[in-house]
């Protein structure tokens, strides 16, 4: 903390910017209102119908299918409007159009539905099937969460003094594919030893990929739109944390359902016990030993190992598709409309440039 004191302190004093002064009105006029509505009423729009998705409402339901293709249209008709008509977009779509950042965009979104479907769906394999309570559910998260960040420390510190990003990129995608596909062999019988090795992996190739992502997304963008690609890249990610608990849900439910239904004493609950993953976890403790709770947890860690299945499938493509990844030099200096102001010259540098 006191290293951030003197930090604030530092930049107020010493950081000097050239301020691009303008007018209010003008700043108001050059804000893409229409863009803006658009984005948010149309992105806010998508994403609600996904959270409820299967929970609330049926997938077939009026209530999820309407706003989902309402506002997929309003998506489209924002990034025409970006692209054509726009003076000062919201976004720019140039930031899409190299090879590199459409591939990881791509995998950004499926960084994010991984990490979140991990962070969301292991903590109640942790509740329902180890019997675990919330609060050590979430100590048992330490393998993932406690390798992210010093993966991603190292990882970011090793491109900054090489230069070199696409081997991390690489390796942390290889990394994320095995890692779900260890989660695929998590049973009842998995004893405390086995699950914190087999999470291990999942957290380190997810922690590698945080600053190789963010630092290939910078680097194949050009200087004027730096901001608009970092902007884009934590809305990617954003976006895809959300798909991956409803992608999660609906993989959960389906396959819930179907196992709950070859097992007599469950058969006639198998519509109610798979609507719910979260839910499902108070039942299961409630419910006295025996085969009936025995069929149950069977059912749970097989709906959850086909998330597994489907997570380690989306790493692969996602391996596939980093490897479309460029390699860009990083050591470009930054240009900004407004930029750092030029240290005044005293009279002697002055007579002196003017006899040189």
């Given amino acids: 903390m006191p290293f951030v004191g003197i930090g604030v302190v530092m930049i107020a004093l010493f950081l000097q910017l050239n301020y691009k002064t303008s007018s209010f009105l003008e700043k108001l006029r050059r804000v893409d209102w229409i863009g803006t509505v658009l984005f948010l009423a149309s992105t806010t729009g ?44 919201l976004i720019r779509t140039d930031v899409f159009k190299s090879r590199t950042a459409a591939a990881t965009y791509f995998d950004t979104v499926i960084h994010g539905i991984v990490l979140w479907s991990l962070l969301y769906y292991m903590p109640l394999y942790y509740e329902a099937v180890k019997g675990f ?10 393998p993932q969460t406690f390798t992210v960040a010093p993966a991603a420390i190292i990882v970011g510190a090793t491109i900054a003094i090489t230069g070199r990003y696409r081997w991390a990129i690489w390796a942390g995608w290889v990394l994320t594919t095995f890692g779900m596909g260890i989660l695929i062999y998590l049973k009842i019988e998995t004893t405390t030893v086995q699950w914190i090795f087999m999470n291990l992996v999942a957290g380190l190739g997810t922690g590698i990929l945080f600053p190789s992502m963010a630092i290939a997304v910078q680097a194949s963008s050009t200087n004027e739109n730096q901001a608009y ?38 058969a006639d609950k198998a519509a109610e016990y798979s609507k719910d993953a979260s839910g499902l976890v108070q039942i299961i403790k409630a419910m006295p030993a025996g085969d009936m709770k025995h069929q149950l947890l069977v059912s749970y860690t097989d709906a959850l190992r086909y998330v597994w299945i489907v997570m380690c499938a989306l790493s692969a493509v996602a391996l596939a598709a980093s490897l479309f990844t460029q390699a860009f030099p990083l050591d470009r200096a930054l240009e900004t409309e407004q930029g750092f102001k030029e240290k005044e010259k005293t009279k002697d540098e002055e007579k002196s440039e003017t006899r040189i």
């Fill in 46 to 89: 998508f994403l609600v119908p996904i959270t409820w998705g299967g929970v609330m409402y049926p997938w077939s339901s009026w209530r999820t299918l309407v706003p989902l293709i309402l506002c997929g249209a309003g998506l489209v008709g924002f990034v025409i409007h970006q692209e054509y008509f726009a003076a000062e977009p």
């Fill in 133 to 142: 309570s919330p609060i050590l559910a979430g100590v048992a998260l330490f």
């Fill in 229 to 266: 690609a970092v902007s884009m890249f934590s809305f990617m990610r954003a976006f895809g944390q959300t798909l991956g608990v409803a992608i999660g849900g609906v993989i959960f439910q389906n396959q819930m359902k179907k196992k709950l239904l070859g097992f007599p004493l469950l």
